[in-house]
């Protein structure tokens, strides 16, 4: 049975605890909260789509997907900004594949008076590059994780929930849950209909498996799915599909879905409208996923476990894969302030610079750029500490290492290291800091 350990967090969004890390996947202040400071704002979308109307983002470690609902809420909210065509009440919400090619889907639908085409391209991102309209936009979002069961509950969890009882004990959490958050962002309920609907058409009728839906109705779980998606998870129990081939389920499952949707969730399929948001999902190791991949992205949500206890994805070798697969002013973005991993991205080409909240007064993450300039550059105090013990970078030259094997050849290259120690460092410049003060007195 795959256990869940999931709580609200301080802004009402959920967030999980994993056992085996001894680590949480979300901020306890809030997940919500933290997916828009680290990951949305900070990336500049609505400066980005001044010049582009289409956007390829790459988010490592999706987990219950919280970066890319947080963009899309946000593109939502900012960018496409078609008010009239959402409040469009005469939307039909039949949707019919009629091309059985699933490598290149083709769906409409239509009001009373005008039919939409939509074209869904998985072979290649985007066909056209000529976009002329104001509507057209374009989204391709790859997520990657290794845990099949949290990509296929990204969903299902609430938008918003309060305080209860925790399922689990842990006292850093729930000293953390005493503090009040004021809550700044909100998801739109559509959104996780968008999600449902694209892990329709990337996993078909495997979405519908028996330990998926015993973690769904398992009732200490309750208070933390949405009843909303999972009514509609439930109609597909009693629909009976035809035994088609394995491409077609998808197809069959996704005119399902608009035959079940509710009313006012219709803005997922109004969404469509837009030409096109396509969500292609991958469970796997994020080292094997890039090896393979042809694509380049505009933008990289790294959001994994902390470096100290999954290093893999933050050696020097995997962020020259990564340089690899951005566009030129390509940028990475990521919670960790670490100084081995700003040394780690530097070395393997970006421009470095700190994710600065105004609103914390502090660093609250890493911005890398590739062949362009950073908001925030790092201070010469970074830097520095950069060059210390603290700075020795993971290395997985073959990308065929294990954390733990990674940990341990770290370990031992700090310890025979020369350099100064951090401690030292810290030491030094409060020294320095002070007798300037002395100075200027």
């Known amino acids: 049975m795959y256990d869940l350990y999931p709580y609200f967090t301080n802004d009402g969004s959920v967030g999980l605890y994993s056992p085996q890390a001894d680590d949480i996947y979300h901020s306890v202040y809030g997940a919500l909260t933290e997916a828009y400071q680290k990951f949305i704002l900070p990336a500049d979308f609505e400066n980005y789509f001044l010049n582009n109307n289409q956007i390829k983002i790459l988010d490592i470690c999706y987990g219950i997907g919280y970066n890319s ?130 892990l329709i058409k990337n996993f078909g009728l495997d979405l519908f498996s028996k330990e998926l839906e015993d973690i769904l109705f398992d009732k200490k779980y309750t208070s933390f799915f949405d009843p909303n998606i999972c009514r509609l998870y439930k109609s597909y129990k009693f629909t009976r599909y035809p035994k088609t081939s394995k491409g077609l389920q998808p197809a069959f499952l996704h005119n399902i879905y608009y035959r079940y949707i509710t009313k006012r969730h219709k803005k997922a399929l109004n969404g469509l409208k837009i030409d096109n948001i396509n969500i292609e999902y991958k469970i796997n190791d994020a080292r094997n ?48 302030c670490s100084a081995n991993v700003r040394n780690a991205l530097s070395k393997a080409g970006f421009n470095i610079g700190k994710n600065y909240s105004a609103e914390l007064n502090k660093d609250i993450g890493t911005i890398a750029v590739k062949n362009s300039d950073v908001k925030y550059p790092l201070s010469e105090f970074d830097l520095g500490l950069m060059k210390t013990r603290a700075g020795i970078i993971y290395h997985d030259k073959n990308f065929t290492l294990t954390n733990e094997q990674i940990l341990a050849a770290h370990k031992k290259e700090v310890e025979n290291s020369t350099l100064m120690s951090s401690t030292s460092y810290l030491k030094t410049k409060n020294r320095e800091t002070l007798c300037k003060n002395h100075e200027n007195k």
């Not at 694509?295 to 994994?304: E, I, K, M, P, S």
């Not at 995997?318 to 697969?325: A, I, T, V």
Request: hydrophobic fraction near 35%; aromatic fraction near 18%; charge should be positive.
């Open 289 to 336: 996923v890039l090896l393979e991949d042809k694509n380049t992205y505009n933008f990289v949500f790294l959001d994994g476990f902390t470096p100290a206890k999954c290093p893999m994805l933050w050696t020097e070798e995997f962020f020259k894969l990564l340089y690899e697969h951005l566009d030129e002013g390509g940028m990475i973005l990521t919670y960790s």
């Open 69 to 198: 609902k947080s963009f899309l809420n946000y593109f939502f909210e900012n960018i496409f900004k078609n008010k009239k065509f959402f409040n469009d009440k005469k939307m039909c919400t039949e949707t019919i594949y009629t091309d059985n090619n699933l490598t290149n889907k083709k769906s409409c639908f239509s009001s009373n008076s005008t039919t939409y085409n939509v074209s869904l391209h998985t072979d290649k991102i985007f066909g056209n590059k000529n976009i002329n309209s104001s509507e057209n936009y374009k989204i391709y979002i790859k997520t990657i994780d290794t845990d099949k069961n949290l990509v296929y509950l990204s969903p299902f969890f609430k938008n918003f929930g309060k305080n209860k009882k925790m399922l689990f004990s842990n006292e850093k959490i729930e000293k953390f849950q005493k503090v009040k958050v004021e809550r700044k962002y909100k998801l739109k309920k559509y959104i996780n209909h968008i999600i449902f609907e694209n």
